[in-house]
């Protein structure tokens, strides 16, 4: 045989291996989480709150982790997207210029990224005792928003760099000054990428368990205010399995359940956005 | 005294919808990608600017319109005076000076928007709001571009499922739309069909009437079939310039005739 047919056959075999651990291992936890928690799975877990007695096997469920941690990952999502996009703007329209300040930038970002959440926990928790903030939504907003902004603005980044120059050159000949060109022209063109950009951070933000224990901290109540604590999924699947109770474990498994069914749903309705948008719009 | 004396003069030839370039330099860090650049091109009238790739001539076209001011490093001294105006002068306003000019790139980049927006995105950052306006500039100018009668069915598609011979129409039409004076073409027809040239080409011979238009080019045969007035660029400098006829059939520089016979390309 050729040496060239070799390493093809050895590259697809290769490849497939590859893709099929990936397969599997997805499978595989998928089919943990819905074995080990659909029988525990009902209305109460959605719709209640933790009862007395809850976390010993008594009725309740898990509504305020789930509030919570939309609550987190909602309002740091929001918070991080408007300090996002003016920085990937700026990057990318107002300093298209390869300079040593953007280059800075995208790399101290990506060191960022790339710091484990446990230590923007920390952080956080040193920002609290500075500003005498207690344990409260608020605490745990700011700390998972510094958590996704570099990955927000990294992913955003990545798809604005590819809009070719001749599109900015385009609009500026019509006339648009910078602020029009990015507001009305790059966010349109990249707009599919951003939605993608937003989701993968709400997504990190929604399944962090580090960086809002001691920040946003825990606690069996819906908060009704900024500066009250607030429950998360993470959390609730960590203290849950803790427990020696199997009936409280199921529950936990439940949990992980949700989480995953709301990352899911997220991540299909931004497709089906997106597969529309490209359709009518660029 | 004198020196102001003859600024004025300059001014005073620089008539409306022309262009006068004086003492342009223009460096990319230290590259002398423009050398002390003299000259005033004719209203109405297409000017073709020719020459091998890598003389200078995208980087003349984008001084016109100041696309140049977005690249790295670099360093343009001398005069450019569109309407008499010192585009470069500290208190000129950019905007307003890429308002007298459409431009026409070497492919089509169509906003990724409608081909009704793409149109009424320029008259609509200048302050038109009504509808009806809108739609009345939108349908005048996709006319004046010839598309009219292929997209007005479909006006609200995106303008990047047209064909690139109808996108680079459409971004014809759409640089019409914001009024300008002058058309600047940064080898429009390159990467174009035969037939889509040939659209071009027919359109800019009708708008020459009533524009200035100035069309870089490496096509010989487009440049005879066009051109009113001819520039031959060659490393940086302008090497000859004049009437189209003049320069193709008679040119008085070496490197001119060499160009024009095909030996340097
Ligand atoms: N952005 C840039 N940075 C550095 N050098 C450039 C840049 N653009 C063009 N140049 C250089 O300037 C010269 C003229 O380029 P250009 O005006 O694009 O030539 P043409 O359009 O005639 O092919 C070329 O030698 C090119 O390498
Ligand atoms: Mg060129």
């Keep these: 045989m050729k040496r060239y047919k070799i390493e093809e056959k050895v590259f697809n075999v290769l490849m497939k291996v590859a893709t099929g651990i990936i397969l599997l291992s997805l499978i595989w936890i998928l089919a943990t989480i819905v ?63 390869k300079s040593a300040f953007s280059t800075f930038i995208r790399s101290s970002l990506d ?58 050159e385009a609009s500026y000949s019509l ?25 993968i951070s709400f997504g990190r933000a929604v399944g ?58 997220i991540s299909l309705s931004s497709r089906y956005f997106t597969k529309r948008y490209l359709k009518n719009k660029i | 005294m004198t020196a102001k004396l003859k600024m004025s003069q300059s001014d005073a030839a620089c008539a409306e919808g022309s262009i006068c370039i004086n003492n342009l330099n223009v460096y990319y860090g230290d590259r002398h990608a423009l050398k ?9 009238s297409i000017t073709a600017i020719i020459g091998p790739s890598g003389c200078g001539k995208t980087t003349l076209l984008k001084c016109f319109n100041r696309l140049i001011d977005s690249v790295d490093d670099i360093t343009v001294t001398g005069q450019v005076l569109v309407d008499g105006d010192d585009i470069f002068a500290p208190e000129a306003e950019v905007t307003d000076i890429r308002k007298r000019m459409g431009l026409l790139s070497q492919r089509p980049y169509p906003l990724p928007m409608s081909i009704y927006e793409n149109v009424a995105f320029g008259p609509k950052l200048h302050g038109v709001k009504e509808k009806s306006k809108l739609n009345e500039i ?8 010839s598309l009219w009668d292929e997209v007005k069915d479909r006006l609200n598609t995106p303008a990047s499922r047209l064909s690139i011979g109808q996108q680079q129409r459409l971004c014809l039409a759409r640089g019409l739309a914001v009024e300008p004076d002058i058309i600047l073409g940064d080898e429009p027809t390159s990467a174009l069909d035969p037939i889509s040239s040939h659209h071009i080409e ?7 009437k009533e524009y200035t238009i100035v069309v870089v080019t490496h096509i010989l045969r487009q440049a005879r079939r066009i051109a009113d007035y001819l520039i031959f660029m060659y490393m940086g400098e302008i ?20 160009y024009v016979k095909g030996i340097i390309s």
């Design chain 1, 35 to 97: 074995y080990k928690g659909l029988p525990y799975m009902s209305w109460d877990m959605v719709s209640r709150t933790p009862q007395g007695g809850f976390y010993m096997g008594k009725e309740g469920g898990v509504l305020n982790a789930i509030v919570g941690s939309l609550y987190l990952a909602g309002g740091s999502t929001i918070l991080a997207l408007f300090i996002s996009l003016p920085v990937v703007l700026y990057l990318n329209v107002y300093r298209r210029k």
């Design chain 2, 36 to 44: 002390n650049i003299n000259i005033n091109l004719p209203t109405r």
């Design chain 1, 208 to 265: 962090d368990a580090a960086s809002v224990l001691f920040t946003a901290g825990f606690t069996d109540n819906i908060p009704t205010s900024l500066s009250q604590p607030a429950a998360s999924l993470p959390l609730a699947i960590f203290f849950q399995l803790g427990t020696p109770v199997p009936e409280v474990q199921g529950r936990a498994y439940a949990s992980a359940l949700i989480l995953t069914l709301l990352i899911l749903a």
């Design chain 2, 202 to 208: 027919q359109k800019f011979l009708e708008l020459k």
């Design chain 2, 138 to 145: 939108v349908e005048h100018y996709l006319k004046e571009a």
């Design chain 1, 111 to 168: 060191i960022l990224w790339g710091i484990p959440s446990i230590v923007y926990g920390a952080f956080g928790f040193t920002l609290m005792l500075l500003f005498g903030l207690k344990t409260s939504l608020l605490a745990g907003i700011i700390t998972l928003t510094l958590l996704i902004i570099p990955i927000m603005i990294r992913a955003m980044d990545e798809v604005m760099l590819t809009i070719p120059k001749g599109l900015f």
């Design chain 2, 239 to 258: 090497v000859e310039h004049g009437p189209a006829k003049e320069i193709l059939e008679n040119p008085k520089e070496k490197r001119t005739q060499e």
């Design chain 1, 175 to 199: 006339g648009a000054t910078r602020f029009e060109t990015a507001t009305k022209v790059a966010i349109r063109k990249t707009l599919p990428g951003i939605v993608t950009a937003i989701l």
